[in-house]
Each structure stands twice: as C-alpha cells, then as structure tokens.
C-alpha cells in the first residue's frame, strides 16, 4: 500500500478517525504525566529557583512552533507538485496550531525571561526571530482568508510556507548565528554535557512526546474539519448553479 493512497479524502477521514483517539488519550496521559513529574517531583535549581520548571511548557511549545513549519514546508512542497489537497488542507490546519504555540513559547520565555534578564522582552535574535515567525503565521492565516478561489490560495501560501520555513531555521539556530543574545543554548542536546540535568530532562521528554501528540491529534482534528468544509463549500456551489 502507497502513502499517497491516503492523500485520498476519502481514505484519509477513514484512516485519522481511526487513529484520533489513540493520539489524543496518548497525548493527555504523556502531558499530565510529565508536567505532574516536573512541576511536583523536581527539585528547585541552585542558579534559577522554580522558574527552571517553565521548560516543561517553553521548550515542548518552542519546538513545536517551529517543526510545525517544516510540516507546513513538506505539505506545501507535496501540493505543489502532486496537488493533493489534503496536503494543502493539512499545512492550513497547521497553522494556528502553530501560531498558538508561538504565543505560548514567547509567553512563557517572556515570564523566564524576568526573573533571569531583569525584562520581559529583549531583542535577542531568538526572541526577535520568533516573533517574526509569529507574524509569518499571522501572513499565512490571512492569505487563506484573503482569496476565495482556494486552489490559488494553496499555491500563494505555500510559497509563503516556503519562505517561513526559512525563518523557523532561523529561529532554531539563531543562538548559533549570533553569538550575542541573552538567550540559552538548546536545552536538549545528543551530549550529554549540554542538556539539562537528568532530573529535569527525564520528564521533559515526557512534555515533549505529550505535545508532539497532541499537535498530531490537533493536526488530524483541523485537517478532517478542512475537508468537511470543503465538501460543504462545494456542495453550496452546486446548489447555487
């Protein structure tokens, strides 16, 4: 069986109805688990006091807002050469899943950010180059709004898709661009001398999985209710003739 079998509506709303419940009660049980684990179970940080625990919502939702790009990227990518609409549909629903873990992430960094820096916000190139993704969200969203004929609209803004992508690297690397900036380095890193201590990371991985779950599950959720819209929008035109 081929993947792009469930590029078909049809088989797609089959398969993610299927799938849904598994992702979404998977999702909750990793999230509760780890946040319970860090928030209640960890000790307090010599240097950073209980803030340190906001990286059991800042570093899961910070990632997310990025790769959710480089989702966006693939499925606009596959749209523009195999015009499959639920790879269109699907970087549409994306989005303001996106868009909502930018908030969180800048938030949640801004109330990091305080006690650490002494501010809420700097213009340190991470900071500055998330809330430029924040505004590429925005962009995107109102592209999609802004033009009736939704082929064309799938074309334009997956070419937006594109060109955010580029900006989400940005966003990933730019404490290794710039050598300057107030922000950290990244938290979980393949050496072990890098990441956070064991204490802490055991259950930020837990967040972690949990918020990947639940950006599938959210994903599948929006992307179902894309095609539902579209076949509703279709069948007006019909009926409008």
Same mark, same amino acid.
């Given at each position: 069986m081929s993947i792009?079998?469930? !590029?078909n509506p049809v088989r797609f709303m089959r398969l993610s109805g299927k799938v849904l419940p598994y992702f979404s009660v998977s999702a909750v049980l990793l999230i509760a688990t780890g946040l319970i684990w860090g928030f209640f179970f960890t000790p307090e940080a010599d240097q950073f006091g209980s803030t340190v625990k906001i990286i059991y919502i800042h570093v899961p939702t910070a990632m997310l807002a990025i790769n959710a790009w480089v989702m966006m990227f693939v499925a606009s990518l596959i749209w523009l050469i195999r015009r499959h609409h639920v790879s269109a549909l699907a970087a549409?629903? !994306? !989005?303001?899943?996106?868009m909502v873990m930018t908030v969180i992430a800048i938030l949640t960094g !801004?109330?990091?950010? $305080?006690p650490m820096w002494g501010t809420y916000w700097a213009w340190d190139?991470?900071?500055?180059?998330f809330l430029v993704l924040f505004i590429f969200y925005l962009g995107y969203m109102a592209l999609w709004t802004a033009i009736e004929e939704e082929d064309k609209a799938a074309d334009l803004t997956s070419v937006l898709a594109m060109v955010g992508s580029v900006f989400a690297i940005l966003s990933r690397y730019a404490v290794n661009f710039w050598n300057q900036g107030l922000h950290q380095g990244a938290s979980l890193s393949l050496d072990?001398?890098?990441h956070v201590s064991d204490v802490y990371y055991q259950p930020l991985l837990l967040a972690i999985g949990g918020f990947v779950l639940l950006f599938i599950a959210l994903l599948l959720l929006r992307t179902r209710t894309e095609i539902r819209n579209r076949r509703?929008?279709?069948? $007006? $035109?019909?009926?409008a003739r």
């Open positions: 792009w079998e469930f !590029a549409k629903a !994306a !989005a303001p899943i996106g !801004a109330i990091w950010g $305080q190139p991470r900071l500055t180059s072990k001398e890098d509703i929008r279709a069948l $007006q $035109q019909r009926e």
